[in-house]
Nanobody, 125 residues
């Protein structure tokens, strides 16, 4: 059983930066691909970005390319999401998730096994 705990959310202004963290426990972190998803009010949860087991490969949704950066520190069992140039439309609950498909770049929710509880990011205009 893997536990994931996100942190770093909060209220920011448009154009600001924010870094989210997701700490994992209860499993072998380096055996998981990790992903970030988000859910805006009234909308379905959507894929944001994923990173493979060693951080060597990533895949971003088009709407965050060039603004968000995912990274991981396997020694700390933590994955990060650096968000720059935030926009009001980035307002959402951000979830991290782990996938046993560690050598791939999973983008669908059903490819992920464990989820965090989410952290709210609110971007004011």
């Amino acid at each position: 059983q893997v536990q994931l705990v996100e942190s770093g959310g909060g209220l920011v202004q448009a154009g600001d930066s924010r870094r989210l963290s997701c700490a994992a426990s209860g499993g072998t972190f380096s055996r998981y691909a990790m992903g970030w998803f988000r859910q805006a009010p009234g909308k379905e949860r959507e894929f944001v970005v994923t990173i493979n087991w060693n951080g060597g490969r990533t895949y971003y949704a088009d709407f965050v390319k060039g603004r968000f950066t995912i990274s991981r520190d396997n020694a700390k069992n933590t994955v990060y999401l650096q968000m720059n140039t935030l926009k009001p439309e980035d307002t959402a609950v951000y979830f991290c998730a782990s996938s046993g498909l560690f050598y791939t770049l999973p983008r669908r929710e059903n490819e992920y096994d464990y989820w965090g509880q989410g952290t709210q990011v609110t971007v004011s205009s």
